[in-house]
């Protein structure tokens, strides 16, 4: 059963810094490109970072030379390292992965359940 879960998620001021992880496990074959999305209250979620198996990146322009996205593909890992927060940034952040799952011929898109980033002004 293959599941991705996020971590790091919090309550921060304005200004600060957080770094979010999210990990994938079961019985996973190979993964593709990751990704973090966000959704604040009652709008509707969007991209925030997204990276190719081989390393290649793109940001919304909200976020452009604040946050960072990466990966550890040893540990099927994905981060997003997120400074200079903004009260706008405040919404749930869902990490999002293509996964060929064991068995399976076809891959499809994997989600977390979410992780809160709270920035307080």
């Known amino acids: 059963q293959v599941q991705l879960v996020e971590s790091g998620g919090g309550l921060v001021q304005a200004g600060g810094s957080l770094r979010l992880s999210c990990a994938a496990s079961g019985s996973i074959f190979s993964i593709g490109a990751m990704g973090w999305y966000r959704q604040a209250r009652g709008q509707q979620g969007d991209l925030v970072a997204a990276?190719?198996?081989?390393?290649?990146?793109n940001y919304a322009d909200s976020v452009k030379g604040r946050f960072t996205i990466s990966r550890d593909n040893d540990k099927n890992t994905v981060y997003l390292q997120m400074n200079s927060l903004k009260p706008e940034d405040t919404a749930v952040y869902y990490c999002?992965?293509?996964?060929?799952?064991?068995?399976?011929?076809?891959?499809?898109?994997?989600w977390g359940k979410g992780t809160l980033v709270t920035v307080s002004s």
């Open positions: 999002n992965a293509f996964i060929v799952a064991h068995s399976s011929w076809y891959g499809m898109d994997y």
């Open positions: 990276i190719t198996s081989g390393g290649s990146s």
